[in-house]
Structures are given as C-alpha cells and as structure tokens.
C-alpha cells in the first residue's frame, strides 16, 4: 500500500482533523456504533482527496469499512450516516478482552491481583471484578468500571467486559490497546490500556465522584475526600491481592486483609495496620 496517493497526499492524518472526526462521528462507527474504528475518506475517496477534511471523512469500524470496500455498503448509505451518526443517541462500545487468567489490574504502578473490589464509595462500586461462574468451563472474569470527569460527569463505564464511551467527552481516542479520553486539550481525564491474558492498566485516571477526587498517574493513587483530606496514598508500585482494597464510606476508609509486596502507603484516619503485611506504612 502506497504511503502517498497520485497528489501526493500522505496517509497520516493530522491529530486536529482525527480528532475532529471523532467529535464528527461521536467516536463510534457512524453506522453501527463499534467504539474500535478506522479513518475513512468517504466522498472523495483517498486515492482522489488533495487534503484531509474532516468534513469528507468519517469513523468506520473494520467490518463496516470492509462492506464499503467491497461495495456491500455504498458511500451514499454511508453520507447519510455522517449526517446522524449512530453514537448521536447511543454510545459509542465495545468488547474488552480481559482474559481467562487471572485477573489484574495495574492502577498507577501497582499491581492488584484478583481483586474483587478494587475502589468502592459510599456502597457504589468504583472498580470490580466478577469472578468466573465456573472456572472449569473456562469463564472469563468480568470487569466492571464507572469512571467520571472531574466534573462529576460520567465518561467511561465498563458493564461486563463491555465498555462505553459517552459523546459528553470533548475527545475519545482508541490508540492502540488504549483508550484516552480528554475533558479538553491536553487535559485527560482516563488512559487505560487492556492487555489480553495480561491485565488492565489505568495509566491515568482525573475523577470526581460524590465529591471524592481519585488521581493516578505512573507514579501515585491518591484519593482526596469532599472535605479535602487526602485518605489514601499510593506509590512505589509494588504489588497488593485481596478481596477489597479501597471501601470508603462516609470518608472513612476501610479493607480486608490485603497481601502487599513493596508498597509504600499513605494513610489518615482509623486503619489498622493489622490488614497489611510488608507494606510502608505512613500515617
């Protein structure tokens, strides 16, 4: 495939113009709503386009881009798709693949494995895990997630290893195994990264819920109350398993016993250290 067409325009789109395609496209498929997607020059076609504008281009996924190549979809369908995308009135979604493993999700630099509860406030569940049914027939562990911007606003939800991404955002971009959602340039809201038979990374992660502010990024967790106390403080990476990791309620913060490895804590308020084996504590 030829980097460059006969005007000589290159095939790397401009970050400005994908982005404004996403927005266009209300980042899913214009005409079946898949959150994996692909660029498309729909009128004209690539091979005849003398720039990239967003306005002559549109979000397809692969199937969908397939049918059109193959002329299964024609490009009139797909021009009054542009006009109302799918992901107008629905979410852009699609599969996550967690694996058959067992279950990790790496938050900031640390690893928790097999958590059932990662991150649960005021008896909302945050971040969780569903074990298999029956592991003998080789069910998947499903995640489920509810992130929010740092205004309160929903962005992101994982139901049963399914996730969804709202048009609210000002960009959702699928980039590789990661998902990067911004509340406005430069500014992230959530970068994750699914690794299959691996784990789940949340690489960065700027939310508000019910007045608690949750921050991570390649170094730290923390978790800020409505009363602007930071409860919780995690970096060093290191690894931490158990069944419930972060219970907070009331802005009180509560576990089970968790097995640590080379982590290194923050901590304010009644906790007992009793829960926590090889960890550095700091109160």
């Not at 290893?161 to 699928?174: L, Q, T």
């Not at 038979?197 to 409505?226: R, W």
């Not at 913060?253 to 923050?266: A, I, R, W, Y």
């Amino acid at each position: 495939m030829a980097n460059s067409n006969k005007h000589g325009l290159n095939r790397t789109i401009p970050q400005s113009v994908q982005r404004t395609i996403r927005q266009n496209s209300f980042f899913g498929c214009v005409i079946c709503g898949a959150g994996i997607c692909e660029f498309d020059h729909v009128d004209p076609e690539f091979e005849d386009a003398k720039i990239h504008e967003a306005d002559c281009m549109t979000l397809l996924c692969g199937s969908c881009h397939s049918k059109k190549t193959r002329g299964i979809i024609g490009v009139k369908t797909i021009k009054e798709a542009m006009k109302k995308p799918f992901c107008y009135n629905n979410e852009a979604s699609d599969f996550l693949d967690f694996g058959n493993g067992t279950p990790k999700i790496q938050f900031g630099n640390t690893l928790f494995i097999n958590p059932k509860i990662l991150i649960s406030i005021d008896g909302v569940n945050i971040l969780s895990i569903k074990p298999p049914e029956n592991a003998e027939q080789g069910k998947r562990s499903l995640l489920n997630a509810i992130f929010h911007n740092i205004y309160g606003v929903e962005t992101f939800r994982i139901v049963d290893n399914i996730w969804y991404g709202s048009s609210v955002n000002w960009d959702i971009e699928s980039k590789g195994k990661r998902i990067i959602i911004r509340t406005k340039k430069g500014v992230f809201a959530l970068n994750i990264e699914n690794i299959p038979d691996d784990k789940f990374v949340i690489h960065k992660l700027n939310m508000s819920y019910k007045g608690y502010v949750i921050i991570a990024d390649s170094n730290e967790v923390q978790v800020i109350t409505p009363s602007d106390k930071e409860i919780f403080a995690l970096n060093g990476g290191g690894t931490i398993e158990g069944d419930v990791v972060l219970n907070i309620v009331n802005e009180r913060l509560t576990f089970s016993n968790l097995e640590t490895n080379d982590v290194n804590l923050k901590l304010t308020g009644d906790v007992s250290h009793n829960v926590f084996k090889n960890a550095k504590i700091t109160l």
